[in-house]
């Protein structure tokens, strides 16, 4: 049965997250680039939003037997196959968890450019 203290937990966790995000992007792009720390915060906080967001999904797919996904791509079609959410937001949610793997594995190669434009312009859809 899914756990809707879970979900609830998880879902404040993101918005904790996000709003994080929102704080620490408030600078333009050079400051961004130049700012360590702000790229850590926003770095952290953006992982652990999304990281949230799969570990509610997966509660999800597990609890109702949805599948065996072979990757954190496939929990969100999965879940998508079975109506629980729409196609754009299976979308959104897969490039959400490709670019937690490339925080979490690949640190050195993160383009920071990038970093900002996703904190601007995508954090919205992990809420």
């Known amino acids: 049965m899914v756990d809707k203290n879970i979900l609830l937990s998880k879902t ?3 918005q904790k997250h996000a709003d994080r995000v929102k704080i620490k992007r408030s600078v ?3 400051e961004f680039l130049q700012d360590l720390d702000r790229q850590e915060s926003i ?6 939003a999304i990281q949230n967001c799969i570990d509610m999904a997966a509660h999800v797919v597990s609890e109702r037997n949805l599948g ?4 954190t791509n496939e929990i969100f079609y999965l879940l998508e ?7 754009d937001l299976t979308e959104r949610m897969v490039r959400a968890a490709g670019f937690r793997n490339l925080v979490v ?3 050195g190669k993160i383009d920071l450019k990038v970093v900002f434009k996703v ?6 859809d992990l809420e």
């Open 81 to 87: 196959e079975q109506g629980y959410i729409h196609q």
């Open 28 to 30: 333009k792009e050079h």
């Open 12 to 14: 404040a966790a993101v």
């Open 43 to 48: 770095l952290f906080n953006l992982q652990m």
């Open 68 to 71: 065996l996904p072979g990757s």
């Open 105 to 107: 594995h690949e640190y």
């Open 119 to 124: 904190s601007h312009e995508d954090v919205q």
